[in-house]
C-alpha cells in the first residue's frame, strides 16, 4: 500500500479481506501511527485462515 493509505486504515476495526478462494479475513493495522519514511505497517490477520500446513512460506 502507498503510504497514504495506510495512514487512513490505523485504528480501524471495520477493514475486511474477501481472498480469491473466497475466504474472509478480519485486518486490524496495530501501529498507532506511520513514520514519514516508512511504506509497511503491521497488520493482524484474523477470520477465515487455511490450516497452516497449507500456507506458503
Same mark, same amino acid.
Given at each position: 500500500?502507498?503510504? *497514504?493509505?495506510l495512514?487512513?486504515?490505523?485504528?480501524?476495526?471495520? $477493514?475486511? $479481506? $474477501?481472498?480469491?478462494?473466497? /475466504? %474472509?479475513?478480519? $485486518? /486490524?493495522? @496495530? *501501529?498507532? /501511527? %506511520?513514520?514519514?519514511?516508512?511504506?509497511?505497517?503491521?497488520v493482524?490477520?484474523?477470520? *477465515?485462515?487455511?490450516?497452516? @500446513? *497449507?500456507?506458503?512460506?
Amino acid at each position: 500500500m502507498q503510504p *497514504e493509505a495506510l495512514r487512513q486504515v490505523f485504528g480501524r476495526g471495520d $477493514l475486511q $479481506l $474477501l481472498t480469491d478462494n473466497g /475466504r %474472509l479475513l478480519t $485486518l /486490524r493495522f @496495530s *501501529e498507532k /501511527r %506511520l513514520t514519514e519514511d516508512s511504506d509497511v505497517a503491521h497488520v493482524d490477520v484474523a477470520g *477465515e485462515l487455511p490450516p497452516q @500446513s *497449507e500456507w506458503h512460506h
